[in-house]
């Protein structure tokens, strides 16, 4: 998706500047926020590498991104499931618009299209099916949980440097890494989730940047997890573990 350039450092002294958000960003909009006048003025390393890098730069429309989506964990029943990125090229013959199918049947969410799309939209659709998944568990406000997520990612991301398997070599990646309501004032509402943890794995090596994404809650005294739910690009070997690590995102 097109994102706009990045808000240029306040001046000494001056009003922060809020975030300018293109039209094509509805869905953005929807998932992260838009910034108070006095919110913050810039955008965090880890930010700019899930929301405004260019992923989808290694593919050629029309191209299809396929996905594998897992549900595991005691909570519930799980299932396997598919998540689709379908690219065309925009009328200047430029890549990409996008056009998401997450998961199927009952589960499917319908998605709008993203017009010029740059970076994936998979990670927004992952967040808004996690967003949603969060609010029928806990019965909790959708909009808690977008701007819990989106501070998260802008105050308190983790991120180091690793490797990943994919169709059968190592191709090199990143990880970030989130827990947002660890210190959740309202966590006491959902304390089987409140150590709930998210991490994006990337890779320019990969068609389209993103290799997968895990999240996962897990009991305060330890023990299997609740719920875990994944999504791997196809051809991807997932990690056994992607937990946060502590170095700060840079």
């Keep these: 998706m097109r994102l706009p350039p990045p808000c240029p450092p306040a001046r000494p002294g001056a009003r922060p500047r809020a975030r300018r958000l293109l039209p094509a960003l509805a869905l953005l909009l929807a998932l992260t926020g838009a910034a108070a006048a006095d919110d913050v003025p810039d955008y965090s390393p880890a930010e700019r590498a899930l929301f405004m890098t260019d992923h989808l730069r290694n593919v050629s429309p029309p191209a299809t991104l396929r996905y594998r989506f897992h549900k595991a964990g005691t909570l519930e029943p799980g299932f396997d499931d598919a998540v689709t990125i379908v690219l065309s090229a925009q009328a200047d013959g430029g890549c990409c618009n996008a056009r998401g199918e997450f998961l199927s049947g009952t589960r499917r969410i319908e998605l709008p299209e993203v017009e010029g799309a740059r970076g994936n939209p998979a990670i927004l659709y992952f967040l808004e099916h996690d967003v949603r998944e969060?609010?029928?568990?806990?019965?909790?406000?959708?909009?808690?949980?977008?701007?819990?997520?989106?501070?998260?990612?802008?105050?308190?991301?983790q991120a180091r440097e690793t490797g990943f398997e994919f169709e059968g070599r190592t191709v090199r990646g990143r990880e970030i890494s989130i827990a947002p309501y660890l210190d959740d004032p309202n966590r006491g509402r959902f304390a089987q989730h409140a150590g709930k943890e998210y991490v994006f794995m990337l890779s320019d090596d990969v068609p389209g940047g993103v290799f997968g994404i895990r999240t996962r809650s897990a009991p305060a005294a330890g023990g299997e997890a609740l719920i875990v739910e994944e999504m791997f690009i196809e051809g991807a070997r997932p990690p056994s573990d992607a937990r946060p690590t502590t170095a700060k995102a840079s």
């Design 134 to 157: 969060m609010q029928r568990l806990t019965k909790g406000q959708s909009s808690h949980f977008r701007k819990r997520i989106r501070m998260a990612i802008y105050n308190a991301a």
